[in-house]
C-alpha cells in the first residue's frame, strides 16, 4: 500500500474540487434524473441553478486573487 502525496494540491483547487463534489454534481445529476421522470422544469432549474453555483464560484475566485 503507497500513499498519495498531496501536499502539491493548492487550497483553491481543493475547495474547487469539494465544492464540485458536494454541489454542483448532485445537482446536475438530480436535474438530469428529473428530465428522466419528463419533470422539464424542475429539472432545467436543478441543473440551472448548478452551473448558477459554478459560475459564481469562478467569478468569486477571480475577485479574491485580485
Given at each position: 500500500m503507497t500513499y498519495v502525496?498531496?501536499?502539491d494540491?493548492?487550497?483553491?483547487?481543493f475547495i474547487t474540487v469539494l465544492l464540485f463534489l458536494?454541489?454542483?454534481a448532485p445537482l446536475i445529476s438530480l436535474g438530469?434524473?428529473?428530465l428522466f421522470q419528463s419533470k422539464k422544469?424542475?429539472?432545467f432549474m436543478l441543473i440551472g441553478s448548478g452551473i448558477t453555483v459554478y459560475?459564481?464560484?469562478?467569478?468569486s475566485t477571480l475577485f479574491?486573487?485580485?
Open positions: 502525496d498531496t501536499s494540491i493548492s487550497a483553491q483547487m458536494l454541489i454542483i438530469v434524473l428529473r422544469k424542475s429539472g459560475v459564481i464560484f469562478q467569478i479574491i486573487q485580485s
